[in-house]
């Protein structure tokens, strides 16, 4: 039992990690940078959230979408501010840039928001009901589920639509997108914003789960970066895959070892499988060029 | 940089201009207090709330004339949780800003960081928060580290009581896995193996965890019937949203943590089961000074509006009382000086605080203004937090 | 950066931790602390300068040794021991540490490096909460007394100043290290690595020290910190330290050796001036940190620098090397390669490739592109494991040795695109090859670039070095390593005819001083003109070798090169169309990379329903103008009207959207989408003009009927010719006002180029105007209407196709002039000299 607890709640921690490291792999494919504020906007994505949908009492979908609509923005404006000026330099600042970004949004979020942990109501995280004999919220057992659909939908909007083959298209061979007359600026942008999008999707979600706060999205940041390097930033299902393992092996070393051995495990596991796989468990190194 | 030097100069080269020296401008300047404390991060709420009971406190001595015949001006500094920076901060308040008297500490460690530096300075540090037992008891020869606030071993101790008082002959342990989780873990042995009582099993947390399901499920494996609870309230919630969820009706019995923000809100109905130890609470009938106190609150922050965002009650009342005896003591020793305001410290009271009315608050042998039966026993009722009345 | 800059900052720098410590004992305790924990934080940096700056590898994760440097040393000051004998001891603990993570860091780069750092950081942290017996717990050690010197425990001053020493010996250390051979060798790998192997720098060792003296340095100042605070526990060393740490070089200046002092100063000093903002301090940090990495995006040192005006050293003065004597004399081992063969991905790039190359003699592998000839060096110097045969360096099998040991054995090379040591002067990247102990260093390393020829000033940074320059620089680079062999992979690209000239006599020379010499090169003049033997490798075998007449006799070896124009391809068109207005002109267009331009002033029309072929031989600068037709790359100046629009200054994608479609060299494909989606997305500039993609889709595969069978098949399994046919449809789907090929027929088989052209011939004869760039010069002026040749960035000749098709002077383009202007290699002097007269 405490196993198979462990697997269903390990199971909707890893798919939320999987969506905000497919952020940090949409904008690392398409243009080699990394937004290291993605922790941050997961918060803006709950914290949003919660105060359109319970402060300002808007209807939730409403606020739902509006949160996801602003996150969104926040990538562009993250993509804009934070890394082409550092990148149009030659510069690898946008590394610290974000970063500072990441601080500065979680502590503006702080006074905006407030200082207090609070709950975002969920019908389905309010009475447990019983599963082969644990008892579970409906919205643990909908998370993965969501999380696998949000990948899943993310893959074929990229195969199936003229506009995803295009992103593609940036991500395997920019220069030849260009050739197309695809602008890959614009491109680089786009993924910014879908990068943020999904870090938001993570939270809103997350949230009646656990609660809002204004630092909710720091840990959960530097984890899902784990992730997004252990499954090969590269590749996009490749870092789902390691989502959901990272979430599990956390939850098992929890329920095995104990809590507070839970991160030296995981990361142990980390920089073990990094050192058999520099490259990450699914990516490739290709050919030496020399 | 601050701004405040220049102007100090500024006002010197006036004031020398003018050749107005009768003017006593060091009676004119204000007496300043500091506060270190995590004003950002997981704890800002505490430190928000401590800087509130501290105000409240100030605006009233400067009503009634503030101390010394001065006004008394509060210094803040964030610590971030950070033990070094709390060090640096209280070097900076004590030795640039000349402050009469630092309160402190939301985290133990931060605390007793500033400890040594504190008694090797002469700089009275009044806790407020960080319910470390070696904090207050330190070992120095001239300790000048006061507290009015909860003591972990004597928070323990009656943890332990009042679970027993439920019946509990094999309570479990669930800690948050942070250095106020380890005191606490230490203080629990003891009271436990001081009442004979065996402990069904240790489990720690994370602050991020939301799912604790395994190590409850230790517990009762280990025949744990009741649990003592030490966290703040977000893990808090994920633990009795935990036990909900696994449909477990063990008692729960809790250090303050919970009642430091909306713990029904975040745990829904079952945080309504949980015991929790406080100082103080705003709900029910009210002293006259209670009611004087939460008018205040109220009229300072008008964000203030329902009784559950009077919280953390026990910082906001800690520091309310701390800050009282603080003004009384320095009104005692006549002087901002540390060793005298040291020595005051020990002859003031008896002084009606909000807490309660306190007697000798400190002593050589006693540097903890709040003692066992201080704790009050309290639980929530939808969003206010009421004392037990068993 | 130069010696006496770096002596200056370190002047400075010292002078400046000197009176920052005398100026913090005057002021109040407050200001006396701050000012140690800035120079512990200096500390930091410098050790995290040696790893970042000079390594260029980024730990996230330095807090980690910082923490790791104070419990070391705390709990053996607590149980007892001296400090001044935990001090070191802390260092060396952290150190050992640094080497531990560097073996799984080793591997790892850029993000997964950064990644691996914080998971060892947080390892570290929790480590120390967990670990209770030893290291107290959450709460951590109390009561660590300062240091004692006799019976007297240090004051605050005294620990401060203790830091400052400290701070002071890592700068100097810092300093030292930079302009050391170790330090060289550590920004050499970073740099560019492979070269740095194969002038004999090992990997892991280099980067290993890196990794301890990093950490050492760190734990060093951690020791100090833990009595300086008289605690330690984890909760002093959170994560966002490590990224402080980080930042305080970043904004000082990586690599510089002020800069980790002034980035310590700023973040160490900020937040306490901001710390009246109390919980809004932060908030302001982060936004001020974002104000200073954007005004100086690579430090506070390199934008000051930047302002300063450099003063330029002296341009090289000839000193004459005795070359034969400086690579020794004695019997040299000949290089013998037998029966190679290495496959990528199920693809063969060489099979059972055999030759020699004997001491004293140039040997040449030539063929056409894609024949495998770089294939072959990369197997020769180690970088790839050939699947069979042997690599013989007299006794030795060197095949499938590691870069680094090919070069100690004695095989130099440089590469086809130079890869000189950026950020190194050209002494300085020469003098690093050098072996240890040569006497002189500097003065050997400039007469060995004056020996090559190289004219310019030592002390430039090689990233600023002109073309022709980056060449020389890198010969001289892999002849200091003092080699048996040296590998000399496409040297002459790029190169104006007359440097090409020079060129050839410094290789002559090089040989003569008794080392084999073995030449990749597409210059047939230069090649006929050096070479004691000629190699001709295709499609990854050995098609001819011999004396270098004999070669170029040879008729399939003529046929690779030229292709052979038969069947169908060279279908020339009845009647030219009557001359129309250009859709596509350049008119005067310069263009380039570096410092200096490959094209030079180049005018090219092309009519509306033309097919113009555009020729000449490697480096020639053909690929150049498609590129800055194209809009990929900006001109330098001139025009280029599309449609009569001036679109120089336009980005590709709006260039494209115009109307134009470039199918470029090597294809280009869209690997991981399948065929039919790499041709969609041709038509992507005309989404929303309501074309029926589908329909368009299906006329324009119905060319290509070897596509019809493939579309669903991810474009990156395709064939070579198929991805070429798939890359022409893609071009059409765009419906170009005018369709650009670049080297259409490259790594094809003849008869599938055969086809292609014939297909190009059907589109020219429906009228869609066409210009080409290929190797194959029969082929494309097949089915031209007009020829421009390009030689050495100039239009040398155009006009009627088949006119040039019988013109020498395209085939002395290709396969350089019949009468080579060198002479045989005979008595050459034992002493190079710069230029010939």
């Known amino acids: 039992m405490l196993v198979l607890s462990a697997l269903v709640s390990g199971l909707a921690q890893g798919a939320m990690y999987g969506l905000v490291a497919l952020g940090y792999h949409v904008t690392f494919a398409v243009s080699r940078t990394v937004n290291f504020a993605q922790g941050s906007a997961m918060m803006l994505g709950a914290v949003l959230g919660y105060v359109l949908g319970v402060r300002e009492g808007w209807p939730m979908p409403l606020a739902v979408a509006a949160a996801l609509a602003l996150c969104a923005a926040f990538g562009l404006l993250v993509e804009r501010v934070l ?46 009901v019983e599963i082969l004999g644990l008892g579970l919220y409906p919205l643990q057992l909908v998370i993965p589920v969501v999380g696998i659909a949000v990948a899943a939908a993310l893959h074929l909007l990229s195969r199936r639509t003229a506009h995803g083959r295009a992103l593609l298209a940036v991500v395997q061979n920019p220069t030849a997108a260009r050739l197309m007359g695809i602008d890959v600026g614009r491109a680089v942008a786009l993924s910014y914003a879908g990068s943020t999008l999904l870090a938001g999707i993570a939270g809103l979600l997350i949230a009646p789960l656990s609660s809002v706060t204004a630092e909710m999205g720091t840990l959960f940041g530097i984890k899902a970066f784990a992730v997004a390097i252990v499954g090969g930033i590269g590749s996009a299902p490749g870092v789902v895959a390691a989502g959901l393992a990272y979430g599990v092996v956390e939850a098992l070393a929890t329920a095995l070892v104990g809590s507070s051995w839970t991160q030296i495990v995981v990361f142990a596991a980390v920089i073990g499988s990094l050192a058999l796989r520099p490259n990450g468990l699914f990516g490739a190194a290709g050919p030496r060029k020399v | 940089m601050d701004r405040r030097p220049v102007l100090h100069r500024r006002a010197l080269l006036v004031a020398l201009a003018l050749g107005a020296a009768a003017v006593p401008a060091a009676a004119q300047d204000p007496v300043k207090v500091g506060l270190v404390a995590a004003l950002s991060g997981q704890s800002a709420k505490s430190g928000e709330a401590i800087t509130r009971g501290l105000q409240v406190a100030i605006d009233e001595i400067n009503a009634g004339g503030g101390v010394l015949g001065r006004r008394i001006e509060l210094v803040r500094r964030d610590d971030e949780s950070n033990p070094a920076k709390g060090l640096v901060a209280a070097r900076e308040l004590v030795q640039r800003e000349k402050v009469a008297v630092v309160f402190g500490g939301i985290d133990t460690p931060v605390s007793m960081a500033i400890v040594p530096f504190a008694n090797g300075a002469k700089a009275p540090f009044m806790g407020v928060w960080a319910a470390g037992t070696p904090i207050t008891r330190n070992g120095a020869a001239e300790n000048y580290v006061f507290r009015v606030s909860a003591v972990d071993e004597l928070v323990d101790e009656a943890l332990v009581a009042q679970a027993a008082r439920k019946g509990a002959r094999k309570p479990g342990l669930m800690l948050i896995n942070n250095p106020w989780g380890e005191s606490n873990e230490a203080g629990l042995k003891k009271a436990l193996a001081a009442a004979g009582l065996p402990a069904a099993g240790i489990e720690k947390f994370g602050n991020d965890d939301i799912d604790m399901v395994p190590q409850l499920a230790r517990l009762r494996e280990g025949g744990a019937d009741a649990l003592f609870l030490v966290a703040n309230v977000q893990p808090a919630a994920q633990v009795v949203r935990s036990l909900d969820r696994m449909g477990w009706p063990v ?135 009421v004392p037990l009345t068993d | 950066m130069a010696l006496r800059s770096d002596l200056a900052q370190a002047a400075i720098g010292l002078a400046a931790i000197a009176a920052a410590t005398a100026g913090a004992c005057a002021a109040d305790g407050y200001t006396l602390f701050v000012a140690a924990i800035v120079l512990l934080t200096a500390v930091v940096g410098y050790g995290l300068n040696v790893l970042l700056g000079l390594a260029g590898l980024v730990s996230l994760g330095q807090v980690a040794f910082y923490a790791i440097g104070a419990y070391a040393a705390a709990i053996p000051v607590l149980a007892g021991w001296s400090f001044w004998l935990a001090w070191p001891f802390a260092g060396l603990v952290a150190a050992g540490a640094g080497i531990l993570l560097a073996v799984p860091a080793l591997r790892a780069r850029g993000p997964y490096l950064a990644m691996v750092t914080i998971a060892f950081a947080l390892i570290v942290e929790h480590g120390l909460v967990e670990w209770k017996a030893l290291t107290g717990g959450a709460n951590g050690l109390m009561g660590i007394l300062p240091p004692t010197l006799g019976a ?94 980080l930042l ?119 063929g056409p592109n894609g024949a495998g000839k770089t294939t072959i060096l990369n197997i020769v110097c180690g970088f790839y494991r050939p699947d069979r045969g042997r690599v013989r360096l007299g006794a030795l099998d060197l095949a499938g040795r590691p870069a680094a040991a090919v070069a100690r054995a004695g095989i130099a090379r440089t590469y086809q695109t130079t890869q000189l040591f950026a950020s190194m002067s050209a002494r300085d990247n020469v003098r690093l090859a050098l072996p240890p102990g040569t006497a002189g260093p500097a003065r050997v390393a400039d007469a060995l670039l004056a020996g090559v020829g190289y004219a310019g000033r030592p002390d430039a940074p090689a990233a600023d070095l002109p ?313 494309a002026l097949g089915i031209a209407d007009r020829g421009i040749l390009l030689e050495t960035g100039r239009v040398v000749r155009a006009g009627d196709a088949q006119a040039l098709r019988g013109d020498g002077a395209l085939v002395a383009a290709y396969l350089g002039h019949p009468s080579p202007p060198l002479q045989p290699h005979e008595a050459e002097p034992r002493v190079l000299r710069p230029h010939p007269a």
Not at chain 3, 170 to 180: I, M, S
Not at chain 3, 186 to 195: F, G, K, P, Y
Not at chain 3, 602 to 612: F, K, L, R, S, Y
């Open chain 3, 467 to 779: 073309h022709v320059d980056r060449r020389l620089v890198e010969i001289a680079r892999a002849l200091a390593t003092r080699p048996h062999v040296l590998v000399l992979d496409e040297p002459a690209a790029g190169l104006m005819r007359a440097e090409k000239d020079a060129l050839a006599q410094v290789v002559r020379t090089i040989a003569a001083a008794g080392i084999a010499v073995v030449l990749v090169e597409h210059d047939m003049a230069l090649v006929m003109g050096v070479s004691d033997h000629v190699v001709v490798l295709d499609a990854g075998q050995v098609l001819a070798a011999g004396a270098p007449a004999a070669v170029a006799r040879d008729p399939r070896v003529v046929a690779a090169y030229l292709g052979t124009g038969d069947g169908g391809a060279g279908r020339a068109r009845a009647a030219r169309p009557a001359d129309a207005a250009p859709v596509l002109a350049a008119q005067g267009v310069t263009a380039g990379y570096g410092a200096a331009p490959v094209l030079e002033g180049v005018d090219v029309a092309v009519g509306a329903g033309e097919c113009v072929a555009l020729l000449g031989a490697n480096g020639a600068g053909k690929s150049t103008l498609m590129r800055a037709l194209s809009g990929l790359l900006r001109p330098i100046g001139g025009r280029v009207l599309l449609a009569g629009a001036d679109v120089a200054r336009e980005p590709a994608h709006r260039v494209a959207a115009r109307g134009l479609a470039l199918v470029p060299e090597g294809r280009q494909v869209f690997p991981a989408l399948t065929a039919r989606d790499n041709i969609r997305l041709g038509a992507w500039r005309r989404r929303g003009l309501g074309v029926d993609v589908e329909a368009e889709l299906a006329r324009a595969v119905a060319r290509f009927p070897r596509l019809a069978r493939r579309l669903d098949s991810p474009a990156g399994l395709l064939s070579g010719g198929e991805q070429q046919m798939m890359a022409l449809a893609r071009g059409l789907m765009a419906d170009p006002r005018v369709l650009l090929l670049d080297e259409p027929s490259l790594g094809l088989a003849p008869g599938t180029a055969s086809e292609l052209f014939a297909i190009l011939a059907d589109l020219r004869d429906e009228g869609v105007t066409i210009l080409v760039v290929d190797q194959m010069a029969d082929l």
């Open chain 3, 152 to 245: 007297v425990p240090l004051s605050e001053r005294e620990m401060t100043w203790l830091s400052a020493a400290l701070a002071a010996l890592a700068l100097v250390g810092f300093t030292a290290l930079k302009h050391a051979r170790l330090g060289r060798a550590m920004v050499a790998l970073r740099d560019a690595e492979d070269a740095a192997q194969s002038i004999g720098i090992r990997v892991v060792p280099v980067r290993a020290v890196a990794f301890a003296l990093s950490a050492g340095a760190a734990g060093l100042a951690g020791a100090l910190f833990a009595p300086l605070l008289m605690f330690v526990s984890p909760g002093t060393f959170p994560l966002s330290q490590s990224i402080l740490f």
């Open chain 2, 251 to 385: 008692p729960v019995v809790s250090h303050w943590g919970p009642a430091g923000g909306r713990f029904t809100e975040l745990g829904g109905p079952r945080a309504e089961t949980v015991d929790m130890v406080q100082t103080y609470s705003f709900s029910g009938r009210l002293s006259p000074k209670g009611e004087a106190v939460l008018a205040a609150l109220k009229a300072r922050y008008p964000e203030i509006r329902t009784l559950s965002d009077v919280t953390p009650a026990v910082g906001i009342a800690n520091a309310y009382d701390a800050m009282h005896l603080a003004a009384l003591a320095i009104a005692r020793a006549g002087s901002t000086e540390g060793p005298a305001v040291r020595a005051a410290f020990y002859e003031i009271g008896p002084y009606q605080g909000l807490i309660k009315t306190y007697a000798r608050p400190f002593s050589p042998g006693n540097h903890d203004a709040l003692s066992r039966e201080d704790y009050i026993f309290t639980r929530f009722s939808g969003p206010e937090i």
């Open chain 3, 248 to 366: 305080a070089v970043v904004v000082g200046g990586a690599g510089t050796v002020l800069g980790p002092l002034l980035g310590a100063a700023l973040v160490g000093v900020l937040p306490e001036l901001l710390s009246g903002l109390a919980e809004y301090r932060l908030l302001f940090f982060g936004s001020l940190l974002l104000v200073v990495l954007r005004v100086a995006p690579n430090g506070l040192v390199g934008a000051v620098a930047a302002l300063r005006p450099r003063r330029a050293g002296p341009a090289l003065r000839p000193a004459p090397l005795d070359l034969a004597g400086f690579l020794g004399t004695g019997a040299r081992p000949t290089l013998a390669v037998e029966g190679l063969g290495i496959a990528f991905g199920g693809v063969t790039a060489a099979r059972d490739v055999g030759f020699t190359a004997a001491p004293g003699r140039v040997t040449s592998l030539i």
């Open chain 1, 83 to 128: 890394v082409r000026p550092f990148v149009r330099r030659g510069s690898e600042a946008w590394l610290m840039a974000t970063v500072a970004g990441g601080l500065v949004l979680d502590n503006a979020a702080m006074f905006a928001f407030g200082k207090e942990p609070r709950a975002l109501p969920s019908r389905l995280a309010e009475r447990p």
